[in-house]
């Protein structure tokens, strides 16, 4: 159920970039108008997940999903009515942003979290993978009704898509594993301490979460690689790629059905990397996956033409294997430097990458609007993540000062 949620906050989230040529030409706004709707968007979907996590933990699972999910029905079904830019940022940026940062990856490691002692970097790892399957299954529809039928059409896809998973969210998901009487996989009956139910306010909670992870340099290298690491998916990739391949001639349907296969390739990279990150330095793992993120973005703006050619499927499958893998090393960085407050602290390292998903969306935007072209954004992004890579190699992975008996990883 967990894994249904995120592939519909993925999907919810991506769909904005499919819709920004149809919206271009009835409305006439520019892309950095548009980019600034966008980079809320990107920005709430991140400063939301700590406090969804600490939601969680205080009044749980199932009722901060099922609210979520009618924020973003709310969004998109109150989207059809737009008729001003200022709009757009209410029900694209504010609406949908808060819905989809309440179900952003901070549920995957709340899961991961209570439900599993062993395995827990291959459970986020399938769990991550759920944001490619919503982008696979959510966009490509959503793309061509767009272009064929028109978006409003495709909003209320979206708003559809979000109140059917409500009643299945509510019947299903449950808190923890004693809820249905059973131990977390791996967990020693003998030994296993039933985890404590949070108390008190969830906002405190996620500000003291903040407050001791900013003491701590390993926080601000992690946050600072996953704000690239942001920058450089959703920010650029997910939102830009269809408007910079319909620059060079493409359709929107055909760079949307690229982007889906983005999602498929994921899936298996995400998978995969977590399955390594239960057996090797997390630190290495991530430096390896901004370096070839880099490469792949410096090569973009010769591969993209007006069809789809065999160089940028090459580029699909590379990005699609490196698109979230970063996510399972990220997280056990997290767990093993902070202990227990690590899924929290996780929610603010996500926070970091939105908000570099946020900038992004925006510079791009306006890169657009002053050179006519994307290569710029996509050449800064390449450099970025080179900085990515050395940030990782330079994490610390010991848990902190202060944490007594951190939840390992391994």
Known sequence: MAFLALIGAAGFRAAPGALMVPLHEEFGWSMGTMSLAVSINLLLFGLVAPFAAALMDRFGIRQV?????GLVALGAGGSVVMTASWQLIVFWGLLIGFGTGAMALVLAATVAHRWFVRRRGLVMGILTAGSATGQL??????????????????SFVIAGAALL???FVW??????PEDRGVLPYGAEPASYEALERAAGGAVGRALEGLAFAVRHRAFWALALAFAICGATTNGLIGIHFIPSAHD???????AASLLAAVGVFDIAGTVVSGWLTDRFDSRKLLAI????RGLSLLLLPWLLSHEVSPSIVVFVVIYGLDWVATVPPTAALCRQVFGDRGTIVFGWVFAAHQIGAAVAALGAGVIRDVFGTYSYAFWGGAALCVVAAVLSVLARSRPAAGV???VQMR
């Open 289 to 292: 996956y901004y370096t070839f």
């Open 165 to 167: 998973v409500i009643p």
């Open 171 to 176: 019947l299903v998901m449950r808190d923890y």
């Open 65 to 69: 999903i099922s609210a979520a999910l």
């Open 137 to 154: 299954v959510i966009l490509p529809p959503v793309a061509a009704l767009a272009e064929n039928v028109g978006w409003r059409p495709a």
């Open 404 to 406: 007594a008996d951190p």
């Open 248 to 254: 060079h001639g493409m359709s929107t349907t055909a």
